[in-house]
């Protein structure tokens, strides 16, 4: 059975970097059916794509974060990261990693999500 | 870039079916998927590709998908249908995820 599991510190300071590990249990990273995502939720509000990434490297970022997002992937460690530079308190939220089913995106396994909170 | 709206808030009364929209141009032609959240925990992928279920979603969650409207119903609600529902869809125009705003479902 898939798992995913975030990792990473749950305080960030304002203008540093927000990095985020995802471990995929369960099943290979290298999958040819499925993409590995990103989905931010800020308190209160609605579910937000960051961004998606494939075994190979290959990545689609949403445009209103794009200049400051990194996704990549660790084949050999089953597992894939975020990272999200020079955050502001409306960076605050929790996130979530999921597997996306290819083709239509459909994310069907999800992580127990993690709180990060921008914060000096 | 797309948009798909929901309404914020349905209410339905237990044993009753409960409908939740999802509206977007020409909607029809994209693959539809909802997820059930319910608070403090990760969105549940409830159906996928329009009308298809998970494996262990009850039949009483179904989907559809036509014209401008793609429509979540739950048959026989319980009061732990209770959650916030959304709709995502993938836009190949801008290579974006889109999710709609969220619908909160309460069980009156």
């Known amino acids: 059975q898939l798992q995913l599991q975030e990792s990473g510190p749950g305080l960030v300071k304002p203008s540093e970097t927000l990095s985020l590990t995802c471990t995929v249990s369960g099943g290979s990273i290298s999958s040819s059916t499925s993409y590995w995502g990103w989905i931010r939720q800020p308190p209160g509000k609605g579910l937000e794509w960051i961004g998606n990434?494939?075994?190979?490297?290959?990545?689609h970022y949403n445009a209103s974060l794009k200049r400051r997002v990194t996704i990549s992937v660790d084949t050999s460690k089953n597992q894939f990261s975020l990272k999200l530079s020079s955050v502001t308190a409306t960076d605050t939220a929790v996130y979530y990693c999921?597997?996306?089913?290819?083709?239509?995106?459909?994310?069907?396994?999800w992580g127990q999500g993690t709180t990060v909170t921008v914060s000096s | 870039s797309y948009v798909v709206t929901q309404p914020p808030s349905v209410s339905v009364a237990p044993g009753q079916s409960a409908k939740i929209t999802c509206a977007g141009n020409n909607i029809r032609s994209k693959s539809l998927h909802w997820y059930q959240q319910k608070p403090g925990q990760a969105p549940v992928l409830v159906v996928y590709d329009d009308s298809d279920r998970p494996s262990g979603i009850p039949e009483r969650f179904s989907g559809s998908n036509s014209g401008n409207t793609a429509t979540l119903t739950i048959s026989r609600v319980e009061a732990g249908d209770e959650a916030d529902y959304y709709c995502q869809v993938w836009d190949s125009y801008s290579d974006h995820v889109v999710f709609g705003g969220g619908t909160k479902l309460t069980v009156l």
């Open positions: 999921a597997s996306v089913r290819r083709p239509h995106y459909a994310m069907d396994v």
């Open positions: 990434i494939y075994y190979s490297g290959s990545t």
